[in-house]
């Protein structure tokens, strides 16, 4: 099983609709993030939580919310979507230390129409 | 705010070339610079860079920071066509804040 899951996969919506991004960790991981990329724009940050009763908005939080449901889940709603939310969003999950501390997972393909 | 800039945005070269891609940074309480290779879906990870002038190795990619310039290079030899991806440059910030602030990546294409 992955380390870090993420669902769904793909999904494609409807504007104005409610829709949650699911993201759960193996890793014992605290600290966990969302990212959005877009074509030719990198990934951008979005929310981090440091633990459960821990969120912080990133770069682009317009327009999203999230929930730190437990150390292992971390969920991110887009209350009413719209056709400029549709990206590849990013879950993460990183330790202290050095090297390969961040883990991702395999990424929601969002589609509003 | 923190911004990471990397060039070239798009390169193709053919197999057997050496190539570079360039990475600049502005991040605030800089902690490291991270380096990933994106293909379908997730990142995955190439080097993390913490100090400066002292290069990182693995196979026929490397990579080494230079803090006063706050800047970074990443170079792969003898290209090969599964080197085509796009390269993702990352800059970390410590202190209170946290996170990566990302490049927009260079999209490298390796013709055979």
């Known amino acids: 099983d992955a380390d870090v899951t993420q669902t769904p996969r793909n999904r494609i919506t409807k504007t104005g609709k409610r829709i949650m991004l699911e993201c759960s960790q193996t890793?014992?991981?605290?600290?966990m993030y969302w990212y959005r990329q877009d074509p030719g724009l990198g990934l951008r940050l979005i929310y981090y939580?440091?633990?459960?009763?821990?969120?912080n908005k990133g770069e682009i939080s317009d327009g999203y919310s999230v929930s730190r449901q437990a150390q292992a889940k971390f969920s991110l709603s887009l209350e009413s979507a719209i056709p400029n939310q549709t990206a590849l969003y990013f879950c993460?999950?990183?330790?202290?230390?050095?090297?390969?501390?961040?883990?991702f997972g395999s990424g929601t393909r969002l589609t509003v129409v | 705010e923190d911004k990471v800039v990397q060039s070239p945005l798009s390169l193709v070269v053919h197999e057997g070339d050496t190539v570079t891609l360039n990475c600049s940074y502005e991040?605030?309480?800089?902690?490291?610079l991270l380096w990933y290779k994106q293909e379908k879906k997730a990142p995955t990870f190439l080097f993390m860079l913490?100090?400066?002038?002292i290069e990182k190795k693995s196979g026929r990619l490397s990579s080494i920071l230079d803090k006063k310039e706050l800047s970074s290079i990443l170079n792969i030899t003898a290209t090969q066509t599964g080197d085509s991806a796009i390269y993702l440059c990352?800059?970390?910030?410590?202190?209170?804040?946290?996170?990566?602030?990302f490049g927009k990546g260079t999209h490298l294409i390796i013709q055979p």
């Open positions: 993460a999950t990183s330790e202290p230390g050095t090297g390969d501390r961040y883990t």
């Open positions: 890793k014992g991981h605290d600290r």
């Open positions: 939580s440091f633990d459960v009763k821990d969120i």
């Open positions: 991040v605030t309480n800089f902690r490291s």
């Open positions: 913490t100090s400066s002038g």
């Open positions: 990352a800059g970390e910030t410590g202190g209170g804040a946290d996170g990566l602030t």
